[in-house]
Structure formats: structure tokens, C-alpha cells
């Protein structure tokens, strides 16, 4: 079974600053990887998703994550935060075969003025 | 980007009383579409998986007689809870794909549902 892991339920970072949200997987199988935003009492919307093509991906909004196989990680980064940042951020696992995404417990960002 | 609705956006209910959920593809045809459930402040829990014209799959722990699914078309899954009690007020969002696990899912904006 899969499993997602994100360290840091709350991440709090000036606006400008470096944004870092982690995420450990498990996966006994290579594993698609994806980052999701959510704002309050909305759905969720992609913001980057891994497929087994390049390591690096680009996501919107500046977003981007890196696969990392031998760390098991595929953490998300922004150069500069901005106000509109703010929101919670899930991490999610999905395997061939089995479509449904796992999901990490989430990390809230909170950026300062 | 492709869109996911659902329906109502919120709802309040008694307890004992059914509630039906609506999640619809706008622009494209979902061949699966997922029901996932969170409560406050904790991520989603994947409740079951439907393909359209067959049964759903429900997880482990997710009562099937209760969380009633139908994916009767490829735009359209309801989700019916059946006899809703406080204890399955959540907030319920449903997910659309149209394709294999490489695919996107499509999140809709989630329902929010109180029962009293």
C-alpha cells in the first residue's frame, strides 16, 4: 500500500520568502505524485502533478516539486511567497492500477506580511 | 481546465432523513469518478470509487448501504447518504477522471453537510 507523509502541519513564511511544504511517499510500486491546493471550503485544485517523465516539475501559480527517488520526497517550492498563497496544501500518492489518490494529512501556509 | 460540479454546495438536514449529492464533468465524460469525505482541519479519506454503468468500490470501513453511489452516465455520480445521522456531517468532495492513473482527477467544490 501507498502512503504519503507531510512533515509540518503548519508553515508560516514572510511574503517574499522561500515557501518549502515537504512530502515523503511509500510506494512498494513506482508512484504518480501530485500537490493540491485548497481554500477555504473549496474543492481542490492541482497544482503540479508527477508522471515518471521529468523529475522537476512546473507547476502553476510558480509552484514547482522535485522527484526525488532516493529521498523518497517530492517537496513542493515557490521562489516568493505571495499573500494569495495562503491555504492548505495536500500531498497525494496514486499508483498504476488503482487510480484513487492517497492523500497526505496536509500543510496549512500562512504567509506574513 | 476541465470542471467538476457539485451539488448543492451546502446542506442541512434532520437526522433520519436522506440526502442526495450531486457531482457532474462540465466539459469532459468521466469514466471514474471518486467520493472522498474530510472532516475539520484533516485531509480527505477516499470513500469509494465508481466506474461508470458498474457497482461501486467502497473502502474499507465505508458502509455501502448508507453512502448509496450511482454513476449512471459518464458526466453525472450521486452520492445518497441514507438515514443521516450528526456524526456524518462532513464535508463531501467528489473528484472526476477520465482516464488511467496518469490522468488528472478533477476536483468539484465539495459539499458541506450538517445534519441535526
Known amino acids: 500500500a501507498q502512503s504519503v507523509t507531510q512533515l509540518g502541519s503548519h508553515v508560516s513564511v514572510s511574503e517574499g520568502a522561500l515557501v518549502l511544504l515537504r512530502c515523503n511517499y511509500s510506494?512498494?510500486?513506482?508512484?504518480?505524485l501530485f500537490w493540491y491546493v485548497q481554500y477555504p471550503n473549496q474543492g481542490l485544485q492541482l497544482l503540479l502533478k508527477?508522471?515518471?517523465?521529468?523529475?522537476l516539475v512546473k507547476g502553476i501559480n510558480g509552484f514547482e516539486a522535485e522527484f526525488k527517488k532516493s529521498e523518497t520526497s517530492f517537496h513542493l517550492t515557490k521562489p516568493s511567497a505571495h499573500m494569495s498563497d495562503a491555504a492548505e496544501y495536500f500531498c497525494?500518492?496514486?499508483?498504476?492500477?488503482?487510480?484513487?489518490?492517497?492523500f497526505g494529512s496536509g500543510t496549512r501556509l500562512q504567509v506574513q506580511p | 481546465g476541465a470542471v467538476v460540479s457539485q451539488h448543492p454546495s451546502r446542506v442541512i438536514c434532520k437526522s433520519g432523513t436522506s440526502v442526495k449529492i450531486e457531482c457532474r464533468s462540465l466539459d469532459f465524460q468521466a469514466t471514474t469518478m471518486f467520493w472522498y469525505r474530510q472532516f475539520p482541519k484533516q485531509s480527505l479519506m477516499l470513500m469509494a470509487t465508481s466506474n461508470e454503468g458498474s457497482k461501486a468500490t467502497y473502502e474499507q470501513g465505508v458502509e455501502k448501504d448508507k453512502f448509496l453511489i450511482n454513476h449512471a452516465s459518464l458526466t453525472l455520480s450521486t452520492l445518497t447518504v441514507t438515514s443521516a445521522h450528526p456524526e456524518d456531517s462532513s464535508f463531501y468532495i467528489c473528484?472526476?477522471?477520465?482516464?488511467?492513473?496518469?490522468?488528472?482527477?478533477?476536483f468539484g467544490p465539495g459539499t458541506r453537510l450538517t445534519v441535526l
Open positions: 510506494s512498494s510500486v513506482p508512484p504518480y
Open positions: 497525494a500518492v496514486s499508483i498504476a492500477g488503482r487510480r484513487a489518490l492517497t
Open positions: 508527477y508522471t515518471s517523465a521529468a523529475t
Open positions: 473528484s472526476a477522471s477520465s482516464g488511467g492513473a496518469k490522468d488528472t482527477q478533477y
